[in-house]
């Protein structure tokens, strides 16, 4: 980055800007830019700023788990021969989840395998194949061969060899690339996946300000300051102001439901198995692959918190990350927003107890019919489509019966509002115009003003109006 500013004082004559270029990979990593007084007799200010910078060792040798080489079947046989009824039996929920969790451990240790990486080794490039890796041992070989002979015959040998991995590095990439690029928006891991892998520098949580006015020196302070400041911003509701709601007849009430084994693996199936563990370390490919085979010790733990109103306490630990916000100061902790990772068991349960509550509200007539939010079938573009037809379109179709625009300027200028109307939703806003209509359901302002031609002119040909 250049940080520009006139380093020479003002009593001299300067007619060119000074600058002081600091080479960084991110810009953020400057900060707190000062011009100072300068040094003895020079008649140069000085320029301080703060560089922030943090660093991690790297790792290698760290075994981890190869998911997607589970082997499912013998998981799940294993999984499927153990008696949960008897081992649920006079549990409490926690008992219930420490005997879950432990029989999973030990199905992941058996039948998921490990990477072993040798130490010291990085892990190989994610577009690297079997036949880039032979040609490019091939080219190693090949000049090895020539640095012990310094024959041109082995040279030559060797730039063949050169010449095939380099294109067979080059097309390795560039097929990566395109299977990438094609599964971004139902695979989006394998594209960030990919993007990380190329960028060098990674930016982490730098040192922060305390309220000493200190900057931390260790990350137990960081996390200190960083949770001192989410937890001041958390709003905590006041359970004795809830505010009174009007009674209204039901038919039934909601003290008590009892949860269906085929509801809990419809939601098991409808998991992303590329997203990340919670803090419990259960895999939601794991869990979303064998759906059949844990929606019975899942249904009794679920069945046992909602009789007894309790949840495991793991199921309240989360994976909190602060991310940058790109503004303002890395060294103040309020421009850090908190990202956490929950346990997905108990995301499931919630999901479970929001079907039961939704269809209760619906079946008892308890929601409003302007109600939009978080209600299936009703989302914003319904909630748009409804604005615009009542509120927005009346006003440019007033008057159209006696007169509309027959210029073809004067009609885009009135097209131009719909179609600036319909790239609001963020969906279908990379969509063309008549696209958007088409998801829509909307006809475009000309249709419209053709079709009331049409209707009027039949209307006066069959006698409906006298002239």
């Known amino acids: 980055m250049a940080i520009e500013a006139n380093t020479l004082l003002i009593y001299k004559k300067c007619d060119t800007l000074q600058h002081l270029i600091v080479i960084t990979k991110d810009e953020s990593n400057i900060d707190n830019i000062n011009i100072d007084a300068p040094l003895g007799l020079s008649d140069h200010a000085t320029i ?3 560089f922030l910078y943090s660093f991690n060792e790297y790792e290698t040798g760290k075994s981890k788990y190869k998911y997607s080489k589970c082997d499912f079947e013998k998981f799940s046989e294993d999984f499927s021969n153990f008696d949960w009824d008897s081992s649920f039996e006079d549990k409490d929920i926690s008992e219930m989840w420490k005997i879950f969790s432990e029989k999973y451990k030990k ?4 039948y998921v395998p490990k990477t072993n990486p040798k130490p010291g080794c990085q892990p190989k490039p994610l577009w690297l194949t079997f036949d880039c890796l032979s040609n490019i041992k091939r080219k190693q070989k090949a000049w090895s061969r020539y640095l012990a002979t310094r024959r041109a015959v082995d040279f030559d040998f060797y730039k063949v060899a ?8 080059r097309k390795a990439k560039k097929e990566y690339e395109k299977l990438v690029a094609s599964k971004a928006k139902t695979e989006p891991k394998h594209f960030w996946t990919y993007v990380k892998s190329k960028v060098k520098s990674k930016s982490a949580v730098s040192n922060l300000m305390k309220p000493n006015g200190n900057l931390t020196t260790s990350d137990k302070e960081k996390a200190t300051v960083l949770n001192d400041f989410f937890t001041s911003v958390f709003t905590a509701e006041n359970p004795n102001n809830i505010p009174n709601i009007e009674e209204r007849n039901f038919e039934s009430s909601l003290d008590h439901f009892v949860i269906n084994q085929d509801t809990v693996e419809k939601y098991l199936l409808l998991l992303n198995g590329s997203k990340s563990m919670g803090p419990d370390n259960i895999h939601p490919l794991i869990v979303k692959s064998m759906a059949n085979t844990f929606s019975k010790p899942l249904t009794l733990i679920f069945q046992k918190s909602i009789d007894t109103g309790k949840i495991p306490k793991e199921w309240k630990d989360a994976r909190v990350t602060p991310l940058f916000k790109n503004k303002g100061s890395k060294l103040d902790a309020g421009n850090y927003r908190p990202v956490s990772l929950t346990s997905i068991v108990c995301k499931t349960l919630e999901k479970v107890i929001r079907k039961e509550m939704i269809d209760h509200l619906i079946t008892n007539n308890l929601l409003s019919d302007s109600q939009f939010g978080f209600r299936s079938g009703r989302s914003y573009q319904y909630t748009f489509l409804r604005l615009y037809v009542a509120l927005v379109r009346p ?21 131009k509002v719909q179609m600036r109307a319909t790239k609001l939703i963020p969906d279908i806003r990379h969509l063309s115009y008549e696209e958007r209509l088409k998801v829509l359901k909307l006809p475009s302002l000309t249709h419209r003003r053709r079709r009331g031609d049409m209707i009027q002119a039949f209307k006066i040909l069959k006698g409906r109006y006298i002239l």
């Open 48 to 50: 301080t700023f703060d």
């Open 162 to 169: 050169r010449n095939r991995a380099n294109e067979n590095v």
């Open 107 to 110: 199905c992941v240790e058996t």
């Open 395 to 415: 006003h440019v179709e007033y008057g159209n019966t006696i007169w509309y625009p027959h210029l073809k300027k004067d009609i885009n200028a009135v097209e």
